[in-house]
């Protein structure tokens, strides 16, 4: 597989918009986040980040600085990570591993309070669990019952 190294996080702007519109998922994917269109308007605490290879829209996730948080983590410095999805048309390159690499650092200077990254995923979606445990999140142990079933909590320490 070709290393890129030409994935950018970006904060959503409105030029991303038709890009995102058009996203596609598999369905075995589809039933365990959702699609960048789902967020046209965001509440106050909620950021769309737009993952960029060579200035395209290739995937998406929110963060949330909410109180939604609060099912996640005890910290009051914590963002919860949901959402994340790659295009359908641009998966099997390394986007979202690549694009999680670069999550500590482009929260670090974009949210200098935030001192961890949660997150809940599907304990059946593997590729996602794995990608999260590659990328230094931890299982916290804590468990969360979500629309399709038992969640993992995760945790990323920045």
Do not use: W
């Not at 670090?108 to 599907?122: G, H, R």
């Not at 468990?143 to 920045?158: A, D, F, H, N, Y």
């Amino acid at each position: 597989m070709k290393k890129t190294t030409s994935i950018k996080l970006l904060h959503f702007s409105t030029e991303h918009m038709d890009d995102l519109s058009s996203f596609t998922l598999p369905k075995e994917q589809a039933q365990f986040t959702a699609l960048p269109i789902n967020y046209k308007e965001v509440t106050e605490g909620q950021y769309r980040i737009v993952i960029h290879n060579e200035a395209v829209p290739v995937g998406f996730f929110l963060l949330h600085a909410t109180e939604r948080v609060k099912e996640y983590s005890d910290n009051p410095h914590a963002m919860l990570l949901t959402a994340l999805s790659i295009n359908q048309t641009q998966q099997g390159k390394g986007y979202a591993k690549q694009a999680m690499s670069l999550l500590k650092a482009f929260v670090k200077k974009e949210f200098p309070n935030c001192s961890e990254i949660v997150l809940a995923v599907n304990h059946k979606n593997i590729a996602a669990d794995r990608l999260y445990r590659k990328v230094g999140f931890q299982d916290t142990g804590k468990r969360k019952t979500g629309r399709i079933g038992e969640q993992l909590i995760m945790s990323l320490m920045l």
